[in-house]
């Protein structure tokens, strides 16, 4: 290792709590359990929200998602009802530390890190994420490696369909996606001594989304005996050989970070938030008995008595029907403040099934960030600390759903991530408490003995050097 040129491995792993990692798989875990015991390890809190592609974007340009202009997955264009758009690699407007650090000359593989397709043109190679669209040829740059790749891979290995009721199926994809993506990321490795090599695993949060129910007896749906009980162990035994054997080339020059975006924890269920908006006038239908669980977008809404109307996901997305904004706005700008404190009081009251008080927390980006640009929600929800989904259906006729609207689910995103640090020339287990997500770039500039940009918003975490 050149004294000014250290080199850096980073492994993502989609949604894996400090629970599940260190302590409930971390029998099915022996090789990543020997890396943590030679490693700084703890907890990483995830951005608002908690969701994969801002979160990774947060996590690797140093600055939050309202700076970033990414808010989840699907993104509302600014004073439209229905035109929505998915972000991309494109869409962040700072650029990630990789981008920064190719540009500054070091040589760079990044791997499935989301946002990242289309694959960015770096210093060295870029593959695309789990949102690469089925069958895109303009996966990997440069493009003169993609059937190379194809043949080390031997099969896809951005995603597989998980949100349906054939498990098995979903099982044996998750499986076989996961030996594909080690195997290119070794290929990958192989290539040239890398200054920075990133690969991401998407596989863990598939697991928790189809499988939590059969790990976890104390989750709300578990199913005593099932065949499926043991896949989740499988999964963590298998990711554990690869991982550990990727592990095992790198040699005695190449730092390590393992992260994850965010964590998950049992699903308690759907939050209706439209049948709800509807049950208190923000929302008007002018079908007073929709189809049940119609997307709000196939809807007959009558605009000119609407309000307020929302979008699923793990938060709830909230949109003013503003005067002068909208098509048919029907709320002035001097209407917004008062309007929005009677939400505030209405959902304060929201009981659960069991007659709990749901616990909705209600924010406005720009009470969040920093700066906010893009196309942001008017405001943002989360119930019961994550653990209720947000469903933007109608037509249920209840405002709880035992699950998820989009398809079926187990599992919903929690804050707590981790963080494990592995330096070879000073191996040694220590405990590195809670870390901001906001902090994983500048630490990475630090550990690369690289210019960090002015605008970031986080600071090196001084337990990692």
Same mark, same amino acid.
């Given at each position: 290792m050149v004294a000014d040129r250290p080199r850096v491995v980073i492994i993502?792993?989609?949604?894996?709590?400090?629970?599940?990692?260190?302590?409930?798989?971390?029998?099915?875990?022996?090789?990543?359990?020997?890396?943590?015991?030679?490693?700084?390890?703890?907890?990483?809190k995830s951005c608002d929200p908690p969701i994969t592609v801002p979160a990774w974007g947060v996590m690797f340009s140093g600055v939050d998602?309202?700076?970033?202009?990414?808010?989840?997955?699907?993104?509302?264009?600014?004073?439209?009802?229905?035109?929505?758009?998915?972000?991309?690699?494109?869409?962040?407007?700072?650029?990630?530390?990789?981008?920064?650090?190719?540009?500054?000359?070091?040589?760079?593989?990044?791997?499935?890190?989301?946002?990242?397709?289309p694959p960015l043109n770096l210093n060295g190679v870029a593959v695309g994420d789990f949102m690469t669209p089925e069958g895109a040829t303009n996966w990997v740059t440069p493009a003169s490696l993609r059937p190379e790749l194809e043949a080390v891979s031997g099969g896809p290995f951005f995603d597989v369909t998980f949100r349906i009721d054939d498990r098995a199926t979903v099982a044996h994809e998750i499986l076989e996606m996961t030996r594909r993506r080690w195997r290119v990321a070794r290929h990958l490795w192989q290539k040239e001594p890398w200054d920075l090599f990133v690969v991401h695993d998407i596989g863990p949060d598939r697991v928790h989304h189809a499988f939590w129910k059969y790990f976890d007896p104390a989750h709300p749906k578990h199913p005593k005996g099932s065949e499926l009980e043991g896949f989740a162990t499988?999964?963590?035994?298998?990711?554990?050989?690869?991982?550990g054997s990727f592990l095992d080339g790198l040699g005695p020059d190449v730092r390590v970070l393992i992260v994850s975006d965010h964590g998950s924890q049992p699903m308690d269920g759907c939050f209706c938030v439209n049948e709800w908006l509807i049950q208190h006038g923000y929302l008007a239908l002018k079908t007073p008995a929709p189809p049940a669980?119609?997307?709000? $977008?196939?809807?007959?809404?009558?605009?000119?008595?609407?309000?307020?109307?929302?979008?699923?996901?793990?938060?709830? %997305? #909230? =949109? &003013?029907?503003?005067?002068?904004?909208?098509p048919q706005g029907t709320v002035a700008p001097s209407e917004r403040t008062a309007l929005i404190e009677r939400l505030r009081a209405d959902l304060d009251q929201v009981r659960t099934p069991n007659g709990e008080l749901l616990g909705v927390r209600l924010f406005a980006p720009q009470e969040t960030y920093r700066e906010v640009h893009g196309d942001p929600p $008017?405001?943002?929800?989360?119930?019961?600390?994550?653990?209720?989904?947000?469903?933007?259906?109608?037509?249920?006729? %209840? #405002? =709880? &759903?035992?699950?998820?609207?989009?398809?079926?689910?187990d599992a919903v995103h929690s804050f707590d991530g981790i963080i494990a640090y592995f330096d070879p020339q000073h191996p040694q287990k220590r405990d590195l408490g809670v870390q901001a997500i906001l902090d994983v770039a500048p630490t990475l500039y630090r550990l690369m003995h690289a210019p960090a940009p002015d605008y970031l918003q986080g600071h090196p975490i001084a337990a990692i050097e």
């Open positions: 993502g792993l989609d949604s894996v709590s400090p629970d599940l990692l260190y302590r409930r798989f971390a029998p099915a875990t022996p090789r990543l359990q020997r890396f943590l015991s030679n490693s700084a390890s703890g907890t990483l998602p309202g700076t970033l202009g990414l808010y989840g997955f699907r993104h509302r264009h600014g004073g439209s009802y229905d035109k929505m758009y998915i972000p991309d690699s494109g869409t962040p407007l700072r650029p990630m530390a990789w981008d920064v650090l190719s540009r500054l000359g070091r040589r760079v593989s990044v791997m499935g890190m989301p946002p990242g397709y499988q999964f963590y035994q298998t990711l554990d050989s690869e991982v669980g119609i997307p709000l $977008d196939k809807a007959d809404i009558d605009w000119s008595r609407t309000q307020i109307w929302g979008a699923g996901g793990y938060y709830a %997305r #909230l =949109f &003013l029907n503003e005067r002068g904004r909208e $008017d405001l943002m929800a989360y119930f019961g600390e994550t653990r209720w989904r947000s469903a933007g259906s109608v037509g249920h006729g %209840r #405002l =709880f &759903l035992d699950e998820n609207d989009t398809g079926p689910d």
